[in-house]
């Protein structure tokens, strides 16, 4: 498998956490995106989109971070990154809507006005508002999560592509200095998903 992913991007980043804690073997190829890398012609074979990530094994190709999980899950059960029953498969898919749905556009004008990572051309400046409404969202957003994980260490019953979803946005901003305390139960689980060893080798590969 190979997994063609971008410098400093999280979508990239929850690609490769997925692939890292399964234990598997896989190929990492570094898409420049700065440098018009994924609007390249060989790239947009693999994805018309020009989006990163994309993941090749063999010759199926795959984009969408969630969905590139979704098959690594499936494909290397023994990582169980997956609940075997219906119902707790459809939660996970559940917590994975929300992420990208909600909880992911939110976060993306506060990344953008606050990580240290964004480049320069990237960061918002002049839209106070844009980002005070992403406050405001996520506070809305980030409420469902902390209510969800009170008294639990995962949000399903053992960690899975669930909780998994969520590191790489959440970190982006806590880089930024965003303020967890009105979420206890959430940061806690946060600080749980950022010192897995999976997590800490795809914060090298991507932010590294």
């Given at each position: 498998m190979e997994l063609f992913y971008?410098?400093?991007?999280?979508n990239s980043a929850r690609a490769a956490f997925a692939l890292f804690e399964t234990g598997s073997s896989w190929l990492p190829r570094l898409v420049d995106w700065r440098q018009g890398g994924n609007r390249s012609t060989d790239y947009l074979v693999l994805n018309p989109m020009g989006k990163i990530p994309v993941l090749t094994d063999g010759d199926f190709v795959l984009w969408e971070s969630n969905a590139i999980n979704w098959y690594v899950a499936e494909k290397y059960?023994?990582?169980?990154?997956?609940?075997?029953?219906?119902g707790g498969r459809a939660a996970v898919q559940r917590w994975q809507f929300f992420q990208a749905g909600h909880v992911t556009p939110a976060c993306f004008p506060i990344i953008r006005a606050t990580n240290p990572h964004v480049p320069e051309p990237m960061r918002v400046k002049h839209d106070a508002p844009a980002v005070t409404a992403a406050r405001?969202?996520?506070?809305?957003?980030?409420?469902?999560?902390?209510?969800?994980?009170?008294?639990?260490?995962?949000?399903?019953?053992?960690?899975?592509?669930?909780?998994?979803?969520?590191?790489?946005?959440?970190?982006?901003?806590?880089?930024?200095?965003f303020d967890f305390a009105p979420y206890p139960a959430l940061?806690?689980?946060?600080?749980?998903?950022?010192?897995?060893?999976?997590?800490?080798?795809?914060?090298?590969?991507?932010?590294?």
């Open positions: 971008g410098r400093t991007q999280g059960p023994a990582a169980r990154l997956l609940p075997h029953s219906l405001r969202d996520l506070a809305r957003y980030l409420a469902v999560l902390d209510s969800a994980l009170e008294g639990r260490e995962w949000l399903e019953e053992a960690f899975s592509l669930a909780d998994l979803a969520y590191a790489p946005h959440l970190s982006m901003i806590a880089e930024g200095g940061r806690a689980w946060l600080e749980r998903l950022l010192e897995r060893p999976a997590w800490r080798k795809t914060a090298e590969l991507i932010w590294g």
